[in-house]
């Protein structure tokens, strides 16, 4: 309907066109014009014409106070409608002469640094309060923008992709769909776009792209193809999102992209009908999945093709056979015969049969620390040849191994418990670990031989939670099994430095060790940590934090009753945190965690949110009777106790060691296989794309959440010792953030963002090299003189960089800043202009964090001496005269400009003066007369000099003599701070200069607005 409306949209410019028979006028009231909208040539064209414009306009424009507003606003929604059309019209997709257009826009409005890159822009509506805006939308790599002039006001907003809180779609009662972001605590909403899913998706993609490049670094550097920020399109965008989500849905190792789709049928043998669905082929994988709600996929490894077949061109069929005597039929290919000659050619280069797993593969022999678990034979070991019975009846039908068809009765046979000894196997299969291993042989093996014998920070938190991972299984009581833990969790922290060893990890790879081969569990421990669920083993366990949220969005959502009972629902987040990290083996008994975990490696983080869904709803009208978050969390404790698994082939004293903890006066048991069964049917129907599409929603949530903890810690430390208010110290801090943000946007290998570590110290994790702190101090420093360039500007960055590494942290850059009275100030000032030798300790950069030294500074400091006036050494007469010209320099342009250059040029003579009688009287013989004047003249030459040109001086040459050193002749020259403030407190005029109050509010404010022009300009 949309395209059809903008279709007829051209006769508003277009006078010599035919008048339909059917039009939709626009008229203002008290005037004779009318304004065509629509046309159509039937009367049901032009129906379709006018509900659209109820839905989406019309209902928009009861807001409006006057009839000129309202046609003011239908014209430019009109015109950009048109517009619209015209640049997504299926002629030319991407016009680079209207880009191009838009481009100089974009420049001439945001006045953003030439290097920022316009990925794409949209015409809509922007709601001011209650009022919509129609304007243009433009979404750059790091900023989202939109600009509108409507009736004489400009409307132009500026957001960073790294200050969004929240992304979503929404619709209220006046809006039917729109595009909400939440930044700096405001609401702002975009709506009217004629293509707002795709809208949707990009700002999506750049918001996500931003988040792990400036914060998340761990997962950004997973994320080759988007490194590099002046490469970033609206193509390269849309492509990521669906190898994205190619990769999750078939679990297929990081390195694949989705190269082709090709829409097909699949002929399935074993119910003997064609499935229509879609062929996605990557690199080194042909993979299938159906659409017509039969839940069937397949993957194929090019390594496993060993021929494809061409059928007649009439049905359009390709037929690829792979080893195992197994072939698969894709039939009305469009463009078959291409997509056989690819496949042929990726086979040709990617077959390697030396490295193939066999598609019919014999059952993985038990490792050997569950091969005592097979010896006996009991009533439950008869189930388990029941069940191993019904799995292979399935591999006959659906295959076996790495091309084995994935169905809805696939997954029935999970929820009813998979055997014991096809667990390693299946855990291999689901996870896509077979082919990571089948693609790196050998790599296990050294990885164990390069990691043999190191020693950091994770191998000495491995070995301190060794003899902790199932201490009461049999199989870890042992060397043997606490041996190949030790391997598997050193091997992978030296393969993955930037997570190394995370607490939970052991008790997982314990489990992995019990079913799966030590090989087999290293590379089910990399699906689940670098795909099944990202970011969950890193310092701040961000991912485990993003499906609390998302846990948090499905209770709200399928437990109302919960809800109303329970408003806050963090007492959930932080008690099942623990069910995330460890898949609900800490709190289940192993052997019905064994079931979950079952559960997992198929249906992914899905199955833990419906299994948590479950068990809430199994303790609900418990927990609504429960007082206080203590009781609930006995409830849920006493629950997982009860959880039993009636099926297990496990040995007696395994599962009473795993119930040693119980109250064993448990009046009821819970089958495992019966909640897991009933989380399916209750829940089943939650979408793994819902889930992702979450994800994406509350991962800007969590992660700015994070930082503004981060930004309170570092301000109440920083309140202590400096005079701001926190609400200053809020902005400022926000300033200071975004400045180091502002050298991070334009290049992928900036020092600030190098030296980012969110497990630093709060202080440590922002810093500012010298370039932008000059720049941040120039915007917010007191005296008008101060500008990038600035010579006082290095100074004060070498005085407050005591460690000498570059780089400036939030405290330190605070200090700076209108500190505190009068002395204070001019005791800053007055550092400036000492030797560095005498300000500084010689230290090392900070290179690699040594902890020991790290508390050793930090003891010092907690002990160091206030440091007092007496404390300061003297300068010498070079130092000094150049000190009186940075007096002058700071006094340029104050209405008060001349009598301050008075005080100080009196004030120095005197100084000089003073010295001069001071040195007669300490000399013990009189001096030869020709020195005497020499001296004297060279004194009040130099006081002339100050007091007569301070506008000329130039403070990089001065700085130049102060690095060369003073004169010998002058070595006898010097002055006390004392000295120096004694005469400067004689000068009314100076002293009301420096204790004039600053108005910080309106300087902070100042500073944002000018911030990105300054970078702009530079």
Known sequence: IMSLLVGTLDTVLDSTSKVAPYRILHHTPDSQVYWTIACGVTKEEIVQHWDWLQQNIMRTLSVFDSSEDITSFVQGKIRGLIAEEGKSSLVLEEDPEKFREALLRFEKWFELPPKEKLVTYYSCSYWRGKVPCQGWLYLSTNFLCFYSYLLGAEVKL?????????????????????????????????????????????????????????????????????????????????AHAKSEQFRTFFRLPKEENLLEVHESFLWVPFSHFNTLGKICLSENYLCFASQDGSQCHVIIPMREVINVEKSDSSSRALTVCVRGKKALRFAEVRDYQRLANTIRSKCGISASPQHSASSEVTCLNPCFLCAALYSLLTASRLKEKMKEQSWNIHFSEYGRGTSMFFTRKTRDLIVRGVPEALRGELWM???????????????YTDLVEQSLGTSTLATDEIERDLHRSLPEHPAFQSDTGISALRRVLTAYAYRNPKIGYCQAMNILTSVLLLYAKEEEAFWLLVAVCERMLP????????????????????????????VEHMTDLSFFSSVSLSWFLTLFISVLPIESAVNVVDCFFYDGIKAILQLGLAVLDYNMEALISCHDDAEAVTILNKFFDSVTNKDSPLPPTVQQASMSNNDKASHFNVDISELIKEAYEKYGNIRSEEVESSRKRNKLHVIQTLEDTTKQNVIRVVTQEVRFSASHLDRLYNLFKRQHFLCCYWTMKSPALLHHDPSLAYLEQYQLGFQQFSMLFSLLEPWAFCNPKSTLSL?????????QDGLVNFKEFCYTLYSGSFTNKL????????????????????????????????????????????????????????????????????????????????????????????????????????????????????????????????TSSSFNSQDAGPDLTELDWSFSFEQVLASLLNEPTIVRFFERPVDIQTKLGQARVAQLKLKANK
């Open 795 to 803: 100074w004060i960055f070498r005085l407050i960089d005591e460690n």
């Open 429 to 443: 299969l689901f996870s896509g670990a077979v082919n990571d291993m089948a693609t790196h042989p050998g790599y």
């Open 535 to 562: 970011d969950y083993f890193n310092r701040r366990i961000i991912g485990a934090l993003v499906d609390q949220a998302v846990f948090e969005d499905l209770i709200r959502e399928n437990l109302p009753q919960l």
């Open 158 to 238: 500026i957001i960073s992709w790294d200050e969004i809180w929240r992304l979503e779609k929404t619709s209220n009662v006046i809006l039917t769909e729109s595009i909400h972001v939440l930044a700096h605590g405001e609401d702002h909403y975009f709506s009217m776009l004629m293509h707002l899913n795709e809208t949707f998706v990009i700002m999506e993609q750049l918001a996500d792209y931003s988040i792990k490049r400036l914060f998340d670094k761990e997962a950004f550097q997973r994320e080759p193809a988007l490194s590099d920020p002046m490469q970033i399109t609206k193509r390269g965008l849309e």
């Open 827 to 954: 005791k800053f000032l007055f550092k400036l202009h000492l030797p560095p030798g005498d300000l500084r300790t010689k230290l090392t950069g900070r290179g690699k964090v040594d902890l020991q030294a790290y508390l050793k500074q930090w003891q010092n400091e907690i002990l160091k001496k206030e440091e007092t006036i007496k404390d300061l050494p003297r300068i010498n007469q070079t130092q000094f005269i150049q000190f009186s010209k940075t007096l002058y320099n700071i006094f340029h342009g104050d209405p008060e400009e001349e009598s301050l250059y008075q005080a100080v040029a009196h004030v120095t003579s005197l100084l000089l003066r003073m010295e001069e009688v001071g040195r007669r009287l300490h000399e013990s013989s009189s001096p030869p007369e020709s020195t005497k004047p020499a001296n004297t003249a060279a004194a009040e030459s130099s006081t002339q000099e100050a007091s007569t040109t301070p506008e000329n001086s130039d």
